[in-house]
């Protein structure tokens, strides 16, 4: 018998649904570029066909197969070792698809424009993944407002829902990504990429490789070292108390998603392997550290509710 969890069998039907949605958007736009293109002559952009069937044959795979669920939803030594596989696979699939896309592309503007251009691929893949955490964690926020007595840990929730919410302001230049207005001049001459955002302004532009390459480091320590840190401290505290505390902190096992997003952050900042690795590479990272960020937030909101007792290879169905 291993504890199966309720939310985490419920996120799996949403996490297919939202693919084969996001999939049939993305094969809507290659539709309409294809269209463009026999009328106009317009340049279509590929990649969303690839997206478009990738997203869509994996929601396909994932209704037919009990793997996501147990990924998800399931608390046992089997689903644990899983999960670490996942996470390795991640890093992978991440690896090979940056080569994929730099070996396919004739030239390195060609491979910018690809996935780094306006309404790129990577950049709208950031924006949805910080949106996403943002509504997790105020749900968090929501559990730990009605579990504990203390409110302290869920303004704390609160205060990484505005962190995230700065980010995604970023992100979309404050809106200018989707409203295109004109940078104003003052900004516009201080801005290194005549953006309307905070951290390509001058000094914090001239440091920024550096301090995302600190940042990151940090970040890794803090995934790798503190769960073990908490299992020593709390070792002598009740079951209860270990488990709500181990729930709001980073998963051990994810470490290789942020080691991935440390070795290009060092690559950037140093200008190692500028041959395979260029500033632009950049945003690769943020992509990974947000979908990271979007996992371990999922987790503590799965382990945040309620859980029953499973038998190993019964049907999991969403309640």
Request: glycine share 8%; with cysteine.
């Amino acid at each position: 018998m291993s504890l199966r969890y309720v939310r985490g069998v419920r996120l799996k039907s949403w996490f297919l649904n939202g693919l084969l949605g996001i999939g049939g958007v993305c094969g809507l736009v290659a539709f309409i570029q294809l269209v463009l293109w026999i009328i106009r002559g317009t340049a279509a952009d590929s990649g969303w066909w690839v997206l478009a069937l990738v997203l869509l044959a994996f929601g396909v795979w994932g209704r037919a197969s009990g793997v996501l669920v147990r990924l998800l939803a399931d608390d046992d030594p089997g689903a644990n070792r899983a999960r670490q596989v996942a996470v390795w696979l991640l890093v992978v699939a991440m690896v090979l698809l940056i080569m994929g896309l730099k070996l396919s592309s004739p030239d390195l503007d060609a491979y910018k424009r690809l996935v780094f251009g306006e309404g790129g691929l990577v950049e709208w893949g950031q924006v949805l993944l910080l949106v996403a955490a943002i509504r997790v964690s105020w749900l968090i926020g929501d559990d730990l407002f009605r579990r504990l007595d203390d409110a302290r840990p869920g303004w704390l929730a609160r205060g990484f829902v505005a962190l995230l919410g700065l980010l995604l302001l970023e992100e979309l230049a404050w809106g200018q990504v989707i409203f295109s207005w004109q940078t104003p001049e003052a900004i516009r001459t201080i801005n290194a990429q005549q953006e309307t955002t905070l951290h390509n302004i001058g000094w914090f532009q001239d440091r920024l490789d550096g301090f995302t390459f600190l940042a990151m480091l940090v970040v890794l320590l803090t995934v790798v070292l503190a769960p073990q840190v908490a299992r020593r401290l709390l070792r002598h505290q009740s079951p209860e108390q270990r488990s709500l505390v181990l729930a709001l902190l980073p998963a051990s096992y994810s470490w290789p998603l942020f080691l991935f997003v440390a070795v290009i952050a060092y690559c950037v900042a140093t200008q190692s392997f500028s041959e395979l690795l260029h500033n632009r590479d950049q945003e690769w990272g943020e992509l990974v550290l947000y979908g990271s960020a979007l996992l371990l937030l999922l987790r503590t909101r799965v382990l945040l509710g309620t859980a029953e007792w499973h038998a190993p290879g019964s049907e999991a169905e969403a309640p």
